[in-house]
């Protein structure tokens, strides 16, 4: 029913704005919803939709804004802390990881999600960080604790009232950790610096077997500092992605920096769409 507005919060829709100056998608659902007296700007839009959200519709995108604004803009810095979305690991792929001197992975369970595949899931993150962490709506609590038997599981409740409240805090886990599952997170490019740091020479190998020599290597790299590579890549691979000052994303409002944090706008575009996000709404 409520599908369209997954559609709002997408680099595909901030590239309308910023291209065209308006978003049919927007248009669609002020009408839809009777939203129009909220709004004067183009940015007023997405703000009047995000506040529709926070009442009647919190899907994935508003769980992911919450962590940005909550964990990574509330509580650390943009500048020393990086923040990952849709990264797969092993059969599973990892809503949000905030990574500052330790990976986090959360695992988002909305109040329109079902529990059906938490267990592997959690697994799956196992696999490769050591910090595992649900952060859900509360109707999900109970069946949550009851699914999770490992108690090192971080657990959150997204509140009614939209704060982000710790039931138990994550602990360190370290025991399916998986050299596979970590080096196949790599790019290539990342783990040949891992390996020439450690070994000092790659795979002679023909380009067929060349990714199963450079697993072998990496094999013999001990679990734990293959981990904390994998986290420096990843922190490095998120931070300051295309040298623009992450700050910026500051001047735009909570409903917005979510989806223009991840959507490796440069510093122009950036500048660029704040002034089409301040046009007249028509």
């Not at 939203?35 to 926070?54: C, G």
């Not at 059969?91 to 109040?111: H, P, R, T, W």
């Not at 649900?134 to 999770?148: F, G, R, S």
């Amino acid at each position: 029913m409520d599908s369209i507005i997954n559609r709002v919060f997408t680099k595909k829709n901030i590239n309308k704005i910023l291209f065209y100056g308006k978003s049919d998608i927007n248009d669609k659902v002020i009408e839809k919803y009777s939203l129009l007296k909220q709004v004067e700007t183009q940015e007023d839009s997405f703000i009047a939709i995000y506040d529709y959200m926070r009442k009647n519709y919190r899907n994935e995108y508003y769980y992911k804004s919450q962590l940005l604004n909550n964990l990574l803009i509330g509580r650390h810095s943009l500048n020393t802390t990086s923040a990952l979305r849709e990264l797969p690991i092993s059969n599973s792929i990892a809503d949000f990881i905030l990574i500052n001197g330790k990976a986090q992975v959360f695992e988002i369970k909305s109040g329109l999600d079902s529990l059906q595949r938490l267990s592997g899931q959690l697994e799956d993150y196992y696999k490769a960080f050591s910090y595992v962490n649900v952060i859900m709506d509360e109707v999900h609590l109970k069946n949550v604790q009851d699914v999770v038997l490992n108690k090192n599981v971080g657990l959150y409740i997204l509140t009614k009232r939209n704060t982000i409240k710790k039931i138990r805090e994550a602990r360190k886990y370290d025991k399916f950790l998986d050299h596979t599952a970590i080096f196949k997170i790599l790019r290539k490019r990342e783990y040949e610096e891992i390996l020439l740091k450690y070994f000092g020479v790659l795979s002679n190998a023909d380009d067929f077997h060349y990714f199963r020599d450079s697993l072998k290597m990496f094999k013999q790299i001990p679990i734990d500092v293959a981990q904390e590579e994998l986290t420096i890549m990843l922190k490095r691979r998120y931070l300051n992605k295309y040298n623009t000052d992450n700050s910026l994303i500051l001047n735009f409002p909570p409903a917005l920096r979510e989806v223009i944090y991840f959507s490796d706008f440069r510093k122009k575009q950036i500048e660029e769409l704040k002034m089409r996000l301040q046009e007249k709404y028509s």
